[in-house]
């Protein structure tokens, strides 16, 4: 499901909590020379870093080379952990929504091309380009519907016994509307395989997990993996732990084939064999190696269609290890992630799976083993680069994303995800705004570029049907913008910033002068108190974004004490941020502290600002549970 590799984008963005890739220094990462000495350095991260257990697999051509689990499967019980312990694969779940509608392309009753609206009319959406551009199978499964990532209310549609797929997807349709044309962009999004998967159940008419479980798990030798709680997992399955090793319940995924599977290693070291043998199974194929060729090529972008490899396929996306590319896809659920991948042409794959939300450790385990399997590799070609021009230069200059996850986080990315592109010498770099690691890109065309690291073509300056210009660098989609914009909005967020940290501290002084009735009542003290009331509105929405974090589905998906309050917060601070200004122009003639006038009215000013941005995106009450 994803919740955690990039979860809920409305509380990453709102509680500071932005879920980006981990930065990883690779080069630190030792290079095990042996399984032994591999499996001696995943058995040290578990100890040391409390990771609760870690289920793993690598195969190779061959077959397997280590499948097991280190580690306790149920630490209240102290129960060990073992290869058929079942772990929650998260997003990884989507790999087999993809397989199913390949496996129908095959057989000639399905097609990629195919319209939704023609396939699953009962399904609700909103398409402002359907004539012209209407969303189709290959949009769900890619990514490129355009929709919202899933909004809360969904990823909180925990019930027992679970829902149908077709209730799933009528429960909160909102989140289904393309903000720009189907096919142009690549933004992350839960209901489009959801989608996909509901056309399957529609054609095949099996309900789409026993149409999965007959045709590959079966055909797998997958004799546990299962969507829902059965048998199998309620004697093997893990404890999934979160926000310090705290057990959390079973969460019924209501949109099942986007996240919801329960795997054990030796499951899951069958599908990486799946992949390895290019479809075959037994000596039979299950698939087309054609069909494994096209779930790893991205299609359906402006970039795609303009030469661009990297990026996300068919529930399969590329993702780098130093000069390899490996075909991955990874998942997360609450207490629990996952990283599958494979390198096709090495016949290499691995699976990790771990009982915990924590991030830098499943990181940690990943880059011990792709360093492992990649150990006595021949270091892929690079691409062959073009000598820099100044038509090449023209990508030169400052942009920001414009394919948020969610709408409502767009605010934020268009400030904090700014980046900055510029040659030096012959290779482009692009740089984070606000990060100092920059990657680099060698032109292979006038608008195309390869990593550097990889040789894959990565980097495209196109042109979208909406925003003009525009660079998609795999998966992300960056608008040129003026150095103004760019600069004064990082600007004015470090000012707030300084804001809200000088009021806070400022009234540790004026209060005390107050209580001590060294400052008057009346305006002198009403123009220090309207920022400070705004700052302590953001403080206290951040804090309680923080707290609500730990249970983010009861006290941020449904109306609460944490996201009620959070809504009349984000009211507040507008509210306190325009008397503060009103309160500031009415006072300016009073007699008082010149510094202390401008800090306050300055203070005002910048929150008004502030709340007039945060107002046209939507952010001013903000109600969490729509």
Known sequence: MNTKFSTCALIACMATSLLVDCVRAQEDVPVAATLEELQ????????????????????????????DAIGKADLENDADADAGS???????????????????????????????????PDIEYQNPWEDTDPVRVVHLLEHTTGWDDIHLPEFAHNVDPPVSLKEALDFHPHSRSSRW??????????AGPAVAAYIVQSITGVEFEDYVRQTFFVAMGMETMTYRISPAYEDKGVTLYANGNQPQPYWHISTRPTGSINASPRDMARLLQFFINRGVVTGQPLISADSLARMERVESTT???????????????????????YRAHNGGVLGGLTDFAYLPE????????????????????????????????????GATAQEVTDEHREIEGVYYPINSRQQVGYFLDRVLGAHKLGFVDDTLQVAPMLGNEADTYVPVSTTLYASEETGVTALAAVEDPLAGPVVHIGNLVLKPASRLLIYGQLAIAALWGLVIVTSLLYFLVWGVRRLRKKIPAGPVIGIRLWPLLASASVVGVVMLFSVAMSDPFLRLGVPSVYSVTIMLLTVLFAFFAALGVTVAVEARRVPMNRWNYWHSTVSSCTHLVVAAYLLWFGVIGLMTWT
Not at 41 to 66: H, Q, R, S, T, Y
Not at 88 to 106: D, H, M, N, Q
Not at 181 to 190: D, E, I
């Open 40 to 67: 001696e350095l995943v058995a040290k991260v578990v100890e040391e870093n409390d990771v609760p257990a870690v289920g793993i697999a690598l195969v190779d051509g061959a077959g397997p080379v280590w499948i």
């Open 86 to 120: 079942m772990f929650r694969i998260g997003s990884t779940s989507k790999i087999f929504v993809s397989l199913a509608v390949l496996k129908l392309v095959e057989e000639g009753s399905l097609s990629l091309d195919a319209k939704v609206a023609d396939l699953a």
């Open 181 to 190: 044309k189907p096919g142009s962009r690549m933004s992350y999004c839960n």
């Open 303 to 325: 970039a795609a269609r303009a030469g661009q490899v990297a990026g996300y396929g068919l529930s399969n996306y590329s993702s780098s290890h130093k000069s390899w590319m």
């Open 346 to 381: 090495a016949g290499r794959g691995y699976v990790v799976m771990i009982n915990s939300d924590d991030f830098s450790s499943l990181f940690e385990i990943v880059d011990l083993v792709r360093n492992f399997q990649t150990r006595d590799l021949e270091l892929p070609a």
